[in-house]
Nanobody, 113 residues
Framework: QVQLVESGGGLVQTGGSLRLSCAVSGITVSSDMIDWYRQAPGKQRELVATITSGGRTSYAASVQGRFTISRDNAKNTVYLQMNRLKPEDTAVYLC???????WGQGTQVTVSS
């Protein structure tokens, strides 16, 4: 059974930082592409960052230079380090194992102005 469990969300002020975790079980994170998405109220779900099985990373233009996706193979966990947060980053953040299309339940990030 494949499970993805996000954690690390919370309330932070503008300019602050958070690190989200996506703990994966049932598959190894290095065998799939892992995406971080976010969904804000009334908006479409947005792809934020991706790490491939080979370790290559890519980012949405809106977070480039502020967010970093990384992977710890030993812990089978993918992280999203978010720096210089802005109110428009407020959303539920979800991780996905793309090839197998498994999703986590999401974690709320709220950035206050």
């Amino acid at each position: 059974q494949v499970q993805l469990v996000e954690s690390g969300g919370g309330l932070v002020q503008t300019g602050g930082s958070l690190r989200l975790s996506c703990a994966v079980s049932g598959i190894t994170v290095s065998s799939d592409m892992i995406d971080w998405y976010r969904q804000a109220p009334g908006k479409q779900r947005e792809l934020v960052a991706t790490i491939t099985s080979g370790g290559r990373t890519s980012y949405a233009a809106s977070v480039q230079g502020r967010f970093t996706i990384s992977r710890d193979n030993a812990k089978n966990t993918v992280y999203l380090q978010m720096n210089r947060l802005k109110p428009e980053d407020t959303a539920v953040y979800l991780c996905r194992a793309r090839v197998r299309n498994y999703w986590g339940q999401g974690t709320q990030v709220t950035v206050s102005s």
